[in-house]
């Protein structure tokens, strides 16, 4: 069964804490993505991870770092969450060489007061 | 500036009814167009994907079109149902490959009422 989880779905944290989203994928794709959706906006790229330490910055990767060590997990970190990074936060993947087939996680939502 | 414009941003159809959705974008270059689902509070669901110049598709009571020359294209949904309440969005991939960037709509939010 192919699938995408993400933990924990739903997260409360204040200003300053550090915060780890974590993702796995249990169909050995190679590539792994991490976007956040806000209101009123497309979903914007945070991180991309081609395979195991082969990561790479999408388009606001400003106040977050990834870690991937195995392939089939991909985590976000956020050092000292900021109130400006409340969202919900997906995590994808796709097989490298057919990056127009994605498949989703549920989604994690933070919130950071 | 957003390359991906979803129209309308919301709509409210009676069960039974059909509806359209459009999407309009200016990705170059323009590999394939995806359209998802997604319910309240949940993940994205490829409904159908489009890679020809002028494409189309069908999936049950979903079709859609694709016209690369006027960078468009549409979601039908025919005859709706109450479980097709949902965010529908517009995904255009620059790429074939994992290599190429996602540009994503901001999404039309479905409504269907009894």
């Known amino acids: 069964d192919m699938k995408v989880t993400q933990m924990p779905r739903y997260l409360i944290k204040r200003m300053g804490e550090n915060v780890l989203l974590e993702c796995g994928q249990d169909m050995s794709h190679e590539t792994m993505y991490w976007y956040r959706q806000d209101p009123g906006l497309g979903l914007q790229l945070i991180y991309i991870?081609?395979?195991?330490?082969?990561?790479s910055e999408g388009d606001i990767p400003k106040g977050y770092r990834v870690s991937r060590k195995k392939r089939e997990h991909f985590s976000l970190i956020l050092d000292s969450a900021k109130t400006n990074q409340t969202s919900v936060y997906f995590c994808?993947?796709?097989?490298?060489?057919?990056?127009?087939?994605?498949?989703f996680g549920e989604g994690s939502r933070l919130i950071v007061v | 500036k957003t390359q991906v414009e979803q129209s309308p941003q919301s709509l409210v159809v009676r069960q039974g009814e059909n509806c359209v959705l459009q999407c309009n974008y200016s990705v170059t270059p323009d590999n394939h167009l995806r359209w998802f689902k997604q319910d309240t509070g949940k993940g994205l669901v490829s409904l159908t994907v489009?890679?020809?110049?002028?494409d189309k598709t069908s999936n049950g009571r979903y079709s859609a079109t694709l016209d690369k020359d006027a960078k468009h294209s549409t979601l039908h949904i025919t005859a709706t149902l109450l479980d097709d309440t949902a965010t529908y969005i517009c995904v255009v991939g620059d790429r074939g490959s994992a290599l190429g960037r996602l540009h994503f709509g901001a999404g039309t939010q479905l409504i269907v009422i009894p």
């Open positions: 489009l890679v020809d110049q002028k």
């Open positions: 991870s081609y395979d195991v330490d082969s990561n």
């Open positions: 994808a993947s796709s097989l490298h060489r057919s990056g127009n087939t994605l498949y």
